[in-house]
């Protein structure tokens, strides 16, 4: 058994750079009878990009772990294994009225502040997180993987939960996942766990198929477990167990390092059960959305995200209006009836990187709320949410972030307020 250092490959830019200097610091365990030559065992090109895949992820963000400090791989390469986390620790300061709960979103601005309550100071680990990874290659499955992710992002935030657990084969991948309708990439870098007011960050139980279709063309297309956010009131309309799965699809071009740039389109299909009990009927409306996404380097030291979403009765995919349920809302004109409302959110972020380890970033977003017949004045109309931020790894496994967060809530009624917030994170990966 022998340690040896991870190869790194030709960087694009700052950001790349920062990758490969981690991924370069990976110490590679191999087993192999007590054999401990490392020169009988050099680093493939192969497994070098299977480093790489860590970060160059389609379903990554910022915010996710990377690669783990130890790999174990067998002699002949065809199967690695990492067992990895990150401890990771927040901490924020509101005034002038306190945004409810730990991430920042402007659905939860309270409209009429306690006046005994107008500063809070609050603390976290959540987002710490352990995780076990498996890859590898054989003549029947081809190129697989395993991954299973948890967090302490439960009950007050310590409770250990399962956020990701899936197996890709080839194509196809199975199991708890993030949706094919989110892009994490195309999602701007926050010490915020919120992030943008528009982000689709839905985790589902899933199979996909994703091929790539030439050097540049993805594709994917996904059966979705579904997860519904009705406001039935269980007097005139009740909420039915959802017997239709999500569909959801995407096409995209990407170029890069890495394939690390891209343009995405994505569409989900949504079935939204319920039963009038007025009329003592069942209903099934559809609910759907599409999402244009890209993340881009326009020149070396600069990162481009940008990221628009549109729909009705797609609220539960993620972003400010899943805080309620807005997947279907009740008809003010028919008793015991509810319909998809629509919805339209945004978001742009641009990173700027000083140093390969050291970089800053701003973030503006908006989610709207677009019923099409009439609601209660005091209901959520609109949010916004701006970010500005500085990031620095000490070292490769090491980060600290510092944060200013605006955000502004506007009802129907006119009514609107602002919340501050100044946020600090540290983390280690490991």
Not at 213 to 227: G, K, N, R
Request: hydrophobic content about 40%.
């Amino acid at each position: 058994m022998i340690a040896a250092s991870c190869l790194s490959v030709n960087a694009r830019g700052l950001t790349d750079e920062q990758i490969d200097s981690t991924v370069a610091k990976t110490r590679v365990l191999y087993f192999d009878n007590g054999i401990r030559s490392q020169d009988q065992f050099p680093i493939s090109q192969s497994i070098q990009r299977r480093f790489m895949e860590f970060y160059y992820d389609q379903f990554r963000n910022s915010q996710d772990p990377g690669a783990p400090y130890f790999m174990f791989m067998s002699k002949n390469q065809e199967l690695g294994m990492g067992i990895g986390g990150t401890v990771r620790m927040r901490g924020w300061y509101d005034w002038a009225g306190p945004v409810a709960g730990n991430a920042f979103m402007p659905i939860n601005i309270p409209m009429t502040p306690d006046p005994a309550d107008r500063n809070s100071l609050g603390t976290t680990p959540a987002g710490t997180c352990l995780y076990f990874r498996i890859f590898g290659t054989n003549s029947v499955l081809g190129k697989f993987e395993a991954y299973i992710e948890a967090n302490f992002n439960g009950y007050g935030s310590r409770d250990f939960h399962l956020k990701k657990a899936y197996a890709t084969v080839r194509a196809f991948t199975v199991g708890y996942a993030s949706s094919t309708f989110s892009d994490p990439a195309a999602v701007s870098p926050t010490v915020d766990s919120a992030g943008p007011s528009n982000k689709m960050d839905h985790t589902t139980v899933l199979v996909r198929y994703m091929p790539r279709i030439s050097a540049h063309w993805l594709a994917a297309v996904s059966v979705e477990s579904p997860q519904n956010y009705i406001a039935a009131d269980g007097v005139h309309t009740q909420s039915r167990s959802a017997y239709i799965p999500d569909f959801a699809a995407f096409m995209q071009y990407d170029w890069g390092h890495m394939s690390s740039e891209h343009v995405r389109l994505a569409a989900i299909y949504r079935s939204l059960p319920y039963r009038d009990l007025t009329t003592a009927r069942n209903y099934n409306p559809a609910g759907w959305g599409v999402q244009l996404s890209s993340v881009s380097h326009p020149v070396a030291p600069l990162t481009l995200y940008l990221t628009a979403n549109y729909g009705a009765g797609y609220a539960g995919m993620g972003g400010d209006l899943l805080a309620g349920a807005y997947d279907l809302i009740s008809d003010p004109d028919q008793n015991g009836r509810l319909y998809a409302p629509k919805a339209f959110g945004w978001s742009a972020g641009l990173q700027y990187n000083i140093r390969r380890n050291l970089f800053v970033s701003i973030t503006g977003s908006q989610t709207r709320f677009l019923p099409s017949k009439p609601i209660a004045p005091s209901e959520y109309k609109y949010g916004l949410m701006g970010a500005l931020n500085v990031f620095w790894n000490p070292t490769e496994r090491v980060q600290i972030g510092a944060e200013l967060d605006l955000g502004k809530r506007q009802n129907f009624s006119g009514e609107h307020r602002y919340a501050r917030r100044f946020g600090l994170m540290a983390q280690l990966s490991f």
